[in-house]
């Protein structure tokens, strides 16, 4: 009977003290696998390609899982006044049409920069810029959207300085 009583309280002491072992999780766990998962993008060729586009904000886009920035223009990020108007507006450009991207070989917080284009010739960028809803980057255009700026964006966008 004292065997058991030993065995019994050897098995429970087992289980409190040495038993299946819990570590505490910390709550950024899976926020470093997922930005261990997360690839950088490092395109092979920044040869042009095409398909279908799913808009992220007014001036970056993904094409292929692959995201895009558009080159040259700075629209408002959806946090910004009219941030959320530029991207609807994006997508209005875009919606059910096969975007051309012509990638400039840099990229930019893992986007690849590029001019992207619709309905064969209709520059994005451009036609955001026409409508408003972003800016050109003169430092990096040297004003080549310029000319396409309205009074009314320059008003709502301020412009950025590099």
Request: proline letters at 5%; hydrophobic letters at 40%; aromatic letters at 6%.
């Amino acid at each position: 009977m004292e065997l058991l009583y030993i065995l019994g309280i050897a098995i429970l002491l087992f289980v409190l003290i040495g038993g299946k072992q819990s570590r505490p999780k910390s709550r950024h766990t899976s926020v470093t696998r997922k930005k261990k998962l997360k690839a950088k993008i490092r395109p092979v060729s920044f040869e042009p390609f095409s398909g279908k586009a799913h808009v992220i904000d007014g001036d970056t886009i993904k094409v292929r899982g692959l995201k895009v920035r558009l080159a040259d223009v700075n629209a408002p990020e959806l946090d910004m006044p009219y941030g959320q108007k530029a991207k609807w507006k994006m997508v209005s450009i875009c919606k059910g049409k096969t975007v051309r991207v012509v990638p400039n070989g840099e990229t930019s917080y893992d986007r690849i920069v590029a001019t992207c284009y619709v309905d064969g010739n209709v520059d994005i960028g451009a036609e955001l810029i026409r409508r408003g809803l972003a800016r050109d980057i003169p430092v990096f255009t040297g004003g080549k959207y310029k000319h396409l700026e309205t009074a009314a964006g320059r008003a709502r966008i301020r412009a950025i300085p590099y």
